[in-house]
């Protein structure tokens, strides 16, 4: 089994920041993606952000400097730092883990909302 657990969110002002958190364990395979989608209502679930086990991450234009994610291999956990949130930003945040042989792993997300 394979468990994917995030933390982190909530409801923070337009311009606040936020830490999101996510843990990986159980039976996978060596991970080599590990990164953040969002889900806004109506919308498609999007990248946000990922990071490669080699250290090489790719961000989605919207969230580019001001978002940054890291990761510790070590511990198979990724995190999300959010700075200048935007009203925008409000979506349901889903960590992403993803194999050597490409299989998908996701949590079940947590929500944040900007708004004042």
């Known amino acids: 089994q394979v468990q994917i657990v995030e933390s982190g969110g909530g409801l923070v002002q337009p311009g606040g920041s936020l830490k999101l958190s996510c843990a990986a364990s159980?039976?996978?395979?060596?991970?080599?993606?590990m990164g953040w989608y969002r889900q806004a209502p109506g919308k498609q679930r999007e990248l946000v952000a990922a990071?490669?086990?080699?250290?090489?991450?790719n961000y989605a234009d919207l969230v580019k400097g001001r978002f940054t994610i890291s990761r510790d291999n070590a511990k198979n956990t990724v995190s999300l730092q959010m700075n200048s949130l935007e009203p925008e930003d409000t979506a349901i945040y889903y960590c992403?883990?993803?194999?050597?042989?490409?299989?998908?792993?996701w949590g079940k997300g947590t929500l944040v909302t900007v708004s004042s």
């Open positions: 992403n883990v993803k194999d050597i042989e490409s299989r998908d792993y």
């Open positions: 159980g039976s996978i395979l060596a991970i080599w993606t």
């Open positions: 990071v490669t086990r080699g250290g090489r991450s």
